[in-house]
C-alpha cells in the first residue's frame, strides 16, 4: 500500500504519526503526574512557604516566670513563710520547669517542720462543715482566746476570726482592743453570742476575717508582747496572748494557703471574697 505512494505522501504521513505519538505521550506523563508537570516551580515555593509559615504560628512556647517571682518563693522557703511561698508559686506557669521545682521544695520544707501543726475537724455530726484549728486552740468555751480558724464550705475556704470571754455572768461586750508591741487595733463587737459552760458562760464574737483582723493577726504574729482588753457594759478584763496563741495564727493562715486559700482580698478593703459573697445572699 505505502509502495504505491508518493514520496512525499510517506513523509507527511510519518511526521503526522510522530505528532499524535507525542500528543499522546504528554497526555500520558500529565495523568501519571496527577497536574504537577504544569504547575510552576514558583508556585510549589510559594505553597510550601505559607504551610511552614502557619505552623511556626501554632507553635505555643511556655515564657519562663520572671525572675523575681522564683527568688521571692525561694526566699519566703528560708525564712519559713510558707503562706508567701504559696501565694508566690501561684503565679508562675503550672507548664514551666521552675514551678515543679518549687513545689517540691515547698513540700519537703513543710514535712521537715517540727513545730504543732493545723487539725482538721469533722463537727458533732456529719452534716457540719469542717473546721480547721491550730492545735493551740482550746476545743471548748471554758477560757479565755483569741484565734483564727477556716471552714469548708462547699469547697470554699473561708477563715474566720474569733475572740471568747469566759466569766460566771455575761459582760456585754461592747469593744476589743487588741495591743500589739503597742499599736491598737479597736474592733466594735455587735452582739455577741452567750454560751453555758460549766463554770458560768462564755461570750463569743465569730466573724469572718476581714481586712481589720487580718491586720491585727498579723501584728500579733511579729509582736513581742501582745494584749487583749475586752470592754463590756458590765466590766472591762485584760488578757495577755500568749505565745502559743500567736504562732497559731501564723500556723492557720499557713495551713489555709496551703490547701488553696487566697488572702489576696484582704489588701483591698473594698474587696469580698467569693465564699463570703454567697454567705450573704
Wanted: proline share 6%; charged share 25%; with cysteine.
Amino acid at each position: 500500500m505505502f509502495k504505491n505512494l508518493s514520496d512525499d505522501a510517506r513523509y507527511g504521513l510519518l511526521f503526522v504519526a510522530s505528532l499524535l505519538a507525542l500528543l499522546i505521550g504528554m497526555l500520558a506523563l500529565d495523568f501519571f503526574l496527577g497536574g504537577d508537570a504544569k504547575t510552576p516551580e514558583s508556585e510549589k515555593t510559594q505553597q510550601k512557604t505559607v504551610i511552614v509559615t502557619e505552623a511556626k504560628k501554632d507553635v505555643a512556647i511556655p515564657k519562663p516566670p520572671p525572675k523575681s517571682v522564683v527568688s521571692t518563693v525561694r526566699d519566703a522557703l528560708k525564712q519559713g513563710n510558707y503562706s508567701t511561698a504559696v501565694m508566690e508559686i501561684n503565679n508562675v506557669s503550672k507548664s514551666s520547669p521552675e514551678y515543679e521545682e518549687l513545689k517540691k521544695q515547698l513540700a519537703e520544707a513543710t514535712q521537715q517542720r517540727k513545730t504543732p501543726g493545723v487539725r482538721k475537724d469533722a463537727g458533732a455530726s456529719p452534716s457540719a462543715p469542717v473546721r480547721y484549728f491550730d492545735e493551740s486552740t482550746p476545743r471548748n468555751r471554758s477560757t479565755d482566746a483569741v484565734y483564727v480558724y477556716f471552714v469548708d464550705v462547699s469547697g470554699a475556704m473561708v477563715p474566720r476570726f474569733c475572740i471568747q470571754v469566759a466569766e460566771k455572768r455575761p459582760m456585754g461586750i461592747t469593744r476589743f482592743t487588741i495591743t500589739a508591741d503597742g499599736k491598737n487595733f479597736e474592733i466594735m463587737a455587735p452582739p455577741v453570742k452567750v454560751e453555758n459552760t460549766e463554770k458560768g458562760v462564755a461570750e463569743v464574737y465569730d466573724v469572718p476575717l476581714d481586712r481589720k483582723g487580718y491586720e491585727a493577726a498579723q501584728a500579733l504574729i511579729k509582736a513581742k508582747t501582745a494584749t487583749l482588753t475586752i470592754t463590756g457594759s458590765n466590766g472591762k478584763k485584760s488578757h495577755d496572748v500568749t505565745d502559743a496563741e500567736k504562732k497559731g495564727f501564723r500556723r492557720v493562715l499557713e495551713g489555709y494557703a496551703a490547701l488553696g486559700g487566697s488572702l489576696n482580698y484582704l489588701q483591698d478593703s473594698k474587696s469580698v471574697p467569693a465564699a463570703k459573697k454567697k454567705n450573704r445572699n
